[in-house]
């Protein structure tokens, strides 16, 4: 074969070959675009929505939501629902990407009601009506107070906030022992000491063992050194 009918042939071949080359690349690209697209979610508009709607608004496309701890006056969004979000809604974005919301604490701040001496249920009641939220409760036990009436709240009455966290009493604290060891005592006994004391005791299963008498217990729930109080119950599993 001539000289140039070589390096013509060769010529097409090489043409071929990055022909080919182009069109894998062409092809790979392509693909890589369409898979990272089916990533990618719209997303959704969460502004008006309330907050257990947002999330699982989100949640459902994948998305994660974070909270902004501080709240802002809006005129027109309700205290408690999304008022602004980070990215908005509509934008196309990855999976797992986390959506940042900020709440509204409504129009205006209002002046706190007197909730101290208030029952749980009042208290709520009055807060709904003045359309205040009730970010927080926490429990505390004292013979002080009123079982179940509110002992302090922050802010303090009178202010001017558009929520408000309440302290309520749990009643009397109740008298706490140090669960004994039962193991290898006798069942009708220990159960008797234990029921004298307002214990309820319950018998889980029995079990063979050899060279142990019937009725010896040999597990117990709560185990020894425990701290526990009258009405809680106490499992023992005995043999038989």
């Not at 697209?37 to 994660?64: F, H, I, W, Y």
């Amino acid at each position: 074969m001539a000289l140039p009918e070589k390096l013509w042939s060769l010529g097409k071949t090489l043409v071929w070959i990055g022909a080919l080359g182009a069109t894998f690349l062409l092809f790979a690209f392509v693909g890589m675009r369409i898979s990272l697209k089916s990533l990618e979610v719209e997303v959704p508009d969460l502004m008006g929505k309330a907050l257990d709607e947002g999330k699982t608004a989100t949640e459902d496309l994948g998305l994660r939501i974070r909270v902004d701890t501080s709240r802002r006056l809006h005129p027109t969004i309700p205290a408690g629902a999304i008022m602004l979000q980070d990215p908005k809604g509509g934008v196309a974005t990855r999976r797992q990407r986390t959506i940042r919301v900020w709440v509204s604490a409504g129009a205006s701040p209002s002046q706190l009601p007197r909730l101290i001496g208030e029952t749980e249920g009042t208290a709520q009641l009055r807060l709904r009506e003045d359309k205040v939220e009730l970010l927080r409760i926490a429990r505390m036990r004292s013979d002080r107070y009123p079982d179940g009436a509110v002992v302090a709240q922050d802010p303090p009455p009178a202010a001017t906030s558009s929520a408000v966290s309440v302290l309520i009493n749990q009643g009397e604290r109740t008298s706490t022992y140090v669960m004994s060891d039962l193991i290898g005592a006798e069942v009708d006994a220990a159960t008797a000491a234990l029921r004298s004391q307002g214990f309820r005791v319950t018998v889980t299963s029995d079990h063979l063992y050899p060279n142990i008498p019937p009725g010896i217990v040999l597990r117990q729930y709560p185990q020894a050194g425990f701290q526990i109080s009258p009405g809680e119950p106490i499992s023992l599993e005995v043999s038989r």
